[in-house]
């Protein structure tokens, strides 16, 4: 009799001369059933075993075992699924202690576990937990002993990859080898079998019919077993199982107590990677999951200390990723089970000092001085203090210690950081330079130092730094994102990209250098690239908030401002303690106008981070968009004075200066920045613009072309350049420099509208008029829809059509729309509004305003009757210049 | 038939043009809406309306027509093999299970010779190894003689592909006494969204005039002691399937050692938006 039999249908056939029947692994009953039956009986089962009986009893005999065989399986890989549900995992545990006590099931278990190494998803530690819980013996042996077995799966599994498929003549046969391997046994028994008997498991495979039907396969065993075979010179080889007696069998007792050992310590390695995987993921669920099984696990088998110290490794590694809201958790839960760890101690102040808990942290750091970290507990405490701004007294405290243990580079570094910190960059200098010498080999002395020298704007120097560096520390990630970013710094942004590129090859799960990358190429402009650069990083590392902010500001750079804001808001969920979405939201929302709304996030963000410099300079900002420039002023005032050693605070102040038109005092203050910043192409660009606005057209474009030179993605230098010739009616020429194709970035819209500006100088008033009009309706930054209402509104005057030029800038009140409705209202002579906005113009010192202000008072006879000195042509020509210049 | 938009020949069994590979749509529907197929059914559906008329169960053939149109493909397996389909994209399964484990030893890999093959041959000419058969159900219910789990299909990734059969089309063959010289007969086939005609063709006569519509699942789908004895109408779906095709899984109540997997079963499902239900 034949019997067709699948563990997996949990149904055979039986084919006996002339009668087929079919049984149910259930039910002993037989039912007819025809041969074309079989494939719907048996269908999507991979399993199929043919085989000869004498009874229909042994066919049921052999459909149980192979039903249990393939439920043991399925049972144990959901207790091993990290992902599987408790109450299931627990389940499984209850069955499986039953079906383990048939060798045959354990066997055909154990032959395909050992085919491969546990994945990463697996969670081998809940399970023996579980096991233990269900005093599952035999189940809690199994898997023990598969973990046991874990290294030297993994050893095999790497030597059979190895071969190549050649060997076996294609792919395909290497892959049905592979299956006859498993299926013969041949991992498993070579996996467990001791060294000096594993010649006996090859000898075994050799002789077995199953590998001696398929090609070449003395060749194959012996290519991938070769390494486990003993030297000639050792013991005569015994059998499998066989010991010596007493002597033999403390030996074998010892080795086997050392091998448990090391088990251990595997699951917890493994354990420990999976959650570290997790962390990285995002997948905080799963990992308290992980992590509990972990304590409980390793609680029960080593001390409290090796347990804290754990939990401390997976919170640094939290760390590592950015997520410190589940570092804290796990520094708080390592000093909970040793409360006088003074290691965790310090994890936990870390934690809260990277969330901005800086009570917390000192608290914590002074507890962990207590309990005998001192040094790390006093660079902590000047960590905090420098969070928190108090500079001078992080200084003391990186000063006392390093007058405690001068060995501590650690403090060194600190001090000067602090120092940097403070604006005092030729000291920060002089302290990274000392620890160098002291410390050669201590790589962030080296990047401090680059970076001091990058923030005092000596590039050159810093480069070399950096080159030094990765010299004598090739791996160094740090020192290479650095050179990375001086060479952005100095426009070289081909070679920059480069370098991150470089990096992320060697490095592919380096955040820093894929966000620098994406920084580069945000910087050429290309916007998709990188946006999808940052999404990369996002999807791969969840938790890194730089990407996260990264991605939004591409968003906000292609005027997707909703959609920038939505992923600024989403980060601030997620990480409540990032300043930089909160100023990011900021922005985005300035840049959409909303203005009230960006300077309550403002406050918001000073209030929560009072060191943080542009929260300050971007509530400057706010308060200029709102026109209230004395205010403005006075907050760059104090963000100066607070940061010694911001270029931006000061750029701010220099336009604000120029917003009120006091532009020679702009101009001193972009000229004084320069000289402390060299590099800066803000300040360089800011002093272009005042130039510009004082008629000093030819200066203006002097420096422009120094910018181009150096930094030739610079769009603003571009576009201010293409202004400028426009107003010398260098029509042509301004058109080279104007992005092409439909608008869509803020530099994009900003040459949109030097366009309609060639339109109206060159007198097509209705080609300008039309693209002003879109530019109102579509361009989504606030602050461009002002430039072209304003120029609707010069449109319109040239027009003639008074009444309309009056709408456009109805809302607006700057100098430039005074100017504007001085011309209006004198031509409708509607005189009182004509003086009213003269009067508000009355002081103005920017030399287009004064020669419009007062041809246009004389035009209209606004003091005393007057005569015009020049043609309407002229006005609307110089009204042009205006919006050009301002 | 000719491409219709390169006007070369393509086979009964291409699916795709083979001069510019257009998608000339899925052999199975194209043979179910030839001509003949589809006056033949016709007739046959006539006819079963006159029946119906005559017995006074009109009301219920359109009640029951009604209820056919929601109807569903439902796969019976056991539930080692639901459980190995719906954990695809699991990692301990794709490396224990599915990859280790797939000996690849399928019934076809034994010697029997099977039946089968002709009624596939003349149904499917060249390509059923591209079909997957299922049973149509009224009430997520299959023929549990192939297996304990009934996994009831989402219509909307079928529908353009799927047909329907009279009935098993093993018993159909054999009780036709099919061969080469004895083609399957027009009629007994029909596309997915006229399944109801054929289901009515089929079954008037089983219908009666007090019959509830509670009562049409034991009509559409006869389940008997033995396999034999299932009759229902067979579902042809062409392509592969994947586990998010299925809607849900119907099985009994679990013993001891199927509770686990009943569990987990359970909660992947509901990863997928599928549904289960323990009866």
């Known amino acids: 009799m034949k019997a067709i039999i699948s563990g997996q249908a949990g149904a055979a056939v039986l084919i006996d001369e002339a009668n087929i029947s079919a049984v149910r692994y259930d039910s002993p009953e037989r039912t007819p059933c025809t041969r074309g039956e079989i494939p719907y009986l048996l269908a999507d089962a991979t399993d199929v075993l043919e085989i000869d009986v004498a009874t229909p009893d042994e066919a049921m005999a052999a459909l149980n075992l192979a039903w249990h065989q393939d439920r043991c399986l399925h049972l144990i890989l959901i207790l091993l699924d990290g992902e599987a549900d408790d109450e299931a995992r627990r389940l499984a545990a209850e069955s499986l202690e039953d079906l383990l006590a048939e060798p045959k099931v354990v066997e055909f278990v154990f032959d395909r576990l050992h085919a491969t190494p546990l994945p990463t998803q697996s969670n081998l530690v809940g399970a023996l937990l579980l096991a233990e819980s269900a005093r599952a013996q035999r189940l809690l042996g199994f898997l023990e002993k598969l973990g046991t077995d874990q290294p030297e799966i993994t050893h095999l599994r790497q030597r059979w990859d190895l071969l190549p498929p050649e060997l076996f003549g294609n792919p395909a046969a290497k892959q049905q080898f592979g299956r006859v391997a498993v299926l013969a046994g041949a991992f498993r028994r070579l996996a467990q079998a001791e060294p000096a008997l594993r010649n006996n498991v090859l000898v075994s495979c050799l002789s077995d019919p199953n590998f001696r039907r398929l090609p070449n396969f003395q060749q194959i065993l012996l290519a991938w077993a070769e390494p486990v075979r003993i030297t000639p010179d050792l013991p005569a080889l015994e059998l499998e199982g066989e010991h010596d007696g007493a ?38 669920r799963r990992c308290r999951r992980f992590i509990d099984d972990l304590v409980r696990y390793q609680g029960e088998r080593s001390t409290s200390s090796e347990l804290a110290m754990s939990l401390c490794d997976l919170a640094m590694h939290a760390k590592k990723v950015g997520a410190h809201g589940f570092q804290l958790e796990l520094a708080r839960r390592a000093v909970d089970i040793l409360p006088t760890d003074g290691w965790a101690l310090a994890q936990l102040g870390d934690a809260c000092l990277r969330l901005g808990q800086y009570p917390e942290a000192l608290a914590s750091y002074e507890t962990a001085a207590q309990f005998g970290q001192e040094e790390v507990a006093r660079n902590g405490r000047a960590e905090v203090l420098k969070a928190q701004g108090q500079f001078p007294e992080a200084l003391e405290e990186y000063e006392r210690t390093i007058q405690a243990f001068p060995e501590n580079v650690f403090a060194r570094n600190g001090r000067a950081e602090v120092l940097k910190a403070q604006g005092r960059l030729p000291e920060a200098l002089e302290e990274y330079e000392r620890t160098i010498q002291a410390f050669p080999s201590d790589v962030f002395a080296r990047t401090g130092r680059a970076e001091v020298l990058k923030a005092q704007g000596r590039l050159p120097e810093a480069l070399e730094e950096y080159e030094r560096t990765i010299q004598a520390f090739p791996s160094d990630v740090v020192a290479r994102s650095g050179r ?153 005032k104090r963000a100066i004075q607070a940061f010694l050693s911001d270029v931006f605070a000061r750029s701010g102040r220099a336009e604000v200066l120029k917003a009120q038109a006091r532009l020679p005092e702009a101009l001193e203050e972009y000229e004084r920045t320069i000289q402390a910043f060299p590099e800066n192409v803000v300040a360089r660009s800011g002093r272009a613009e005042v130039l510009k606005a004082q008629g000093r057209l030819p200066e203006a474009l002097e420096e422009y072309d120094r910018i181009m030179q150096q930094f030739p993605y610079d769009l603003v230098a571009s576009t201010g350049k293409a202004a400028i010739f426009v107003i010398l009616g260098r029509y042509e020429q301004a058109l080279d420099l104007l992005p092409v194709g439909l608008p869509a970035t803020r530099d994009d819209w900003i040459g949109f509208h030097i366009r309609g500006m060639i339109h109206l100088k060159k007198g097509d008033v209705s080609d300008a008029i039309q693209l002003f009009e879109r530019g109102v309706r579509e361009c989504p930054w606030h602050t461009q829809t002002y430039y072209f209402r304003t120029a609707l509104g010069a449109a319109r005057l040239r027009q003639e059509e008074y009444r309309e030029a009056i709408e456009a800038i109805q809302h607006d009140e700057t100098p430039v729309c005074e100017v504007l409705r001085i011309h209006a209202f004198g031509a409708i002579g509607d005189r009182p509004r004509a003086k009213t906005a003269l009067q508000r113009v009355e002081a103005h010192q920017m030399p287009v305003v004064i020669e419009l202000r007062e041809e246009l008072a004389r035009r209209y006879s606004l003091r005393e009757p007057g005569v015009p000195r020049h043609s309407e042509e002229w006005i609307t020509d110089r009204e042009c210049d205006l919006l050009l210049a301002a | 038939m000719k491409c219709p938009k390169c006007g070369h020949d393509v086979r009964d069994s291409e699916r795709f043009c083979p001069v510019d590979q257009y998608d000339c749509g899925f052999p199975n529907v194209r043979a179910a809406q030839k001509h003949e197929e589809i006056r033949a059914l016709e007739e046959r559906f006539q006819r079963a309306q006159e029946f119906a008329a005559g017995q006074g169960c009109s009301a219920v053939l359109n009640l029951f027509q009604d209820a056919v149109q929601s109807s569903q493909a439902v796969i019976c397996r056991s539930l080692s093999i639901v459980k190995n389909f719906v954990s695809s994209d699991n990692e301990l399964y794709a490396s224990f299970y599915q990859l280790v484990g797939m000996e690849a030893r399928r019934p076809e890999d034994t010697s029997t010779e099977y039946r089968r093959l002709v009624a596939d041959v003349l149904l499917f000419p060249y390509y059923f190894e591209q079909i997957r058969f299922a049973a149509l159900t009224l009430d997520g219910r299959g023929a549990t003689g192939w297996g304990d789990c009934s996994m009831a299909l989402r219509e909307a990734p079928i529908r353009d592909r799927a047909t329907v059969f009279e009935e098993n089309s093993l018993y159909f063959s054999e009780r036709m006494d099919l061969g080469v010289n004895r083609p399957v007969p027009p009629g007994y086939r029909a596309t997915w969204d006229r399944r109801e005609k054929l289901a009515a063709a089929k079954l008037a006569s089983f219908l009666r005039p007090d019959m509830t519509p509670a009562e049409f699942p034991q009509v559409i789908l006869r389940p008997a002691a033995t396999p034999r004895g299932e009759d229902f109408i067979e579902v042809h779906v062409y392509g592969p399937l994947h586990r998010l095709n299925v809607e849900r899984v119907a099985t009994r109540k679990p013993k001891k050692h199927d509770r686990a997997m009943i569990k987990e079963l359970g909660r992947i499902l509901g990863q997928v938006g599928a549904a289960l239900e323990i009866y």
């Open chain 1, 484 to 636: 990375a970013e001086v060479l952005k710094a100095q426009g070289r942004l081909p070679e920059a990209l480069e370098e991150y590129e470089r990096t992320i090859q060697a490095s592919p799960s380096d955040v820093v250098a894929r966000n620098g990358r994406a920084e580069v190429l945000k910087a050429q402009g290309r916007l998709p690239e990188a946006l999808e650069e940052y999404e990369r990083t996002i999807q791969a590392s969840p938790s890194d908030v730089v990407a996260r902010n990264g991605r939004a500001e591409v968003l906000k750079a292609q005027g997707r401002l909703p959609e920038a804001l939505e992923e600024y808001e989403r980060t601030i969920q997620a990480f409540p303690s990032d300043v930089f979405a909160r100023t990011g939201r900021a922005e985005v929302l300035k840049a959409q106008g909303r203005l009230p709304e960006a300077l309550k996030e403002y406050e918001r963000t000073i209030q929560a981070f009072p060191e943080n410099v542009v929260a300050r300079s971007g509530r400057a900002e706010v308060l200029k968009a709102q026109g209230r420039l004395p205010e403005a002023l006075e907050e760059y």
């Open chain 1, 247 to 284: 002597a033999g069998s403390r030996e074998h007792d010892g080795s086997r107590w050392a091998r448990r050992s090391a088990s251990i310590f595997d699951n917890i390695t493994r354990q420990k990677e999976a959650i570290r995987r997790l962390i990285s993921e995002g997948d905080l």
